[in-house]
């Protein structure tokens, strides 16, 4: 099988392996959108003589961690032919990309899986998660007063356009697992609204908090008209909310769950920091279930855990193995704290011992050591876990906003 880079000739091929294996059908309009979204230099295939029959590529992303961020290529676009599925057509076509991230001198590969078993094998780690969210607002009253005193306006896409990215920017230096966005994929992804992605919904609906004139959150959504027995039964499914602040998170729900007629607010992909759980009378009506999100994958062991900061001051030897790449493994010291960090080789013996996939798990703050060394996938003394626990915790849990 050969995996190289594909020539911009061969991307209806790559886009027909993705249509036979996630199975729908790419309209021909969309085909040059989906290529302008993407870098070509960073799609693979995998090739069986003329025919494109594996998929893949990257996506150049700065990742937010704790207290900085890290060059990160984001794995995406990852599809076999169901002709050639189960013949390791995925493995090859990973060994080859995380070769080329690597060259790339990024540290981590990050993705988002279809199905939760496929990655770890190849040392991605559970990341971040999300919640998926379910409110009637009938259901659920606010316990106090707003927390701001903003307002509420709605954009066209054109002023979406200019106050979504100028905002997302202030918000994203400070959550751990957000991206960096580019024009293209504002335009051509969170911005752009064709009429096959709308599943019965309206066009989406962008609504912005301000206050005092100065825009500090947004939602977008789109509503669903239901009547259900002459009773009004409409959904709101917002699709994305940012705020940068906590009183402008609380004014975007108040906005969203006072909607006349609305029977129902879903919001998928939820920030798992939300505070709406904390701001109602009756939190057991914010129905929610928990989900993986990104899963991370360090490459560069000094590199990934020297670009983040540590919430305490602390000392840490980490043995770590990585079967599938073994550029991960090694034994090395990390010193780190709030104002920085290093990380190098050593000859020490180890305080924790650890996959790849499991310092994938921990890197940005999400998932702790002692669930991981509970589960019997870290060792090391209980002193040690402890210690790590201190240092690679953080406030906000990580979120990662986006699917790509
Ligand atoms: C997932 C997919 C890319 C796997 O491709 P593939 O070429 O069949 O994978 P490989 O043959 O290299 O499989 C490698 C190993 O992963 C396992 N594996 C692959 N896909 C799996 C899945 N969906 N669930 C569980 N295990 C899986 C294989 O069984 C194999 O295990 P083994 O080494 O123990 O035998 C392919 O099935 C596909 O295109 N699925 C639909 C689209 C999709 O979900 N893409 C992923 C987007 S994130």
New binding site residues.
Partial sequence: MDIRIIQPSEIDGFISVMEH??GFEMKPERREEFAAKFELDRLIGAFDGEQVV?SGGAISFDLTVPGGTVACGGTTV???MPT?????????MMRFHLDEVAGRGEPVAA?????A???G?FGYGRATDYYRMKVSPSRVSFTGDPLGTGTVRLLDADGAGKVLPELYERIRPHRPGFLTRTDARWRLGFLNDPPEWRDGGTPKRFAVYEEDGAAQGYVMYRQQEKWEQGLPANVVDTGSMHAATPAAEDGLWRYLLAMDLVATVESWNTDPNTLLPHVVADSRRVERSVSDGMWVRILDVPGALAARRYQTDGRLVLEVSDPFRGSAAGTYALVGGPDGAECTPTDEAADLRLDARELGSVYLGGVTFTELSRAGNISGSADAIRRADLMFGWPLRPWCPEVF
Wanted: net charge positive.
């Fill in positions: 294996a996630f594996g990852i599809s076999v050639h599925r189960r013949r390791g057509v995925l493995t090859d993705l988002w899986a279809s199905e078993p496929i990655y094998r």
